[in-house]
């Protein structure tokens, strides 16, 4: 089992910045693959960032490419999304999820374990 938390949320203004927090509990968390989705009112969960077990590949929607950074601290359990230029389009709640295979993934359906979300909301 491993157990995520996320933080960093909060309400900011078009082309602030914020960094996310996802801190992980249970099992290895350093043999889990880490992604980030937010899903926004009214739409479906979108894939915005995942990174490998180890933090040497990273990837990234193309919608926000330019402007997020995951990153992760395995010896402290943690995943980050530096979130840069935000614009009113990414308000979401955004979550940290983990797999329990090797491999990064772009599906939440590959996705073993959630958190419980953390709301990013960005005024024009």
């Known amino acids: 089992q491993v157990q995520l938390v996320e933080s960093g949320g909060g309400l900011v203004q078009a082309g602030d910045s914020l960094r996310l927090s996802c801190a992980a509990s249970?099992?290895?968390?350093?043999?889990?693959?880490v992604g980030w989705f937010r899903q926004a009112p009214g739409k479906e969960r979108e894939f915005v960032a995942a990174i490998s077990r180890s933090g040497g590949s990273t990837y990234y929607a193309d919608s926000v490419k330019d402007r997020l950074t995951i990153s992760r601290d395995n010896a402290k359990n943690m995943v980050y999304l530096q979130m840069n230029s935000l614009k009113p389009e990414d308000t979401a709640v955004y979550y940290c999820?983990?797999?329990?295979?090797?491999?990064?993934?772009?599906?939440?359906?590959?996705?073993?374990?959630w958190g419980q979300g953390t709301q990013v909301t960005v005024s024009s």
């Open positions: 999820a983990a797999r329990t295979v090797r491999l990064s993934s772009r599906s939440s359906y590959d996705y073993d374990y």
């Open positions: 249970g099992r290895t968390f350093s043999s889990c693959p």
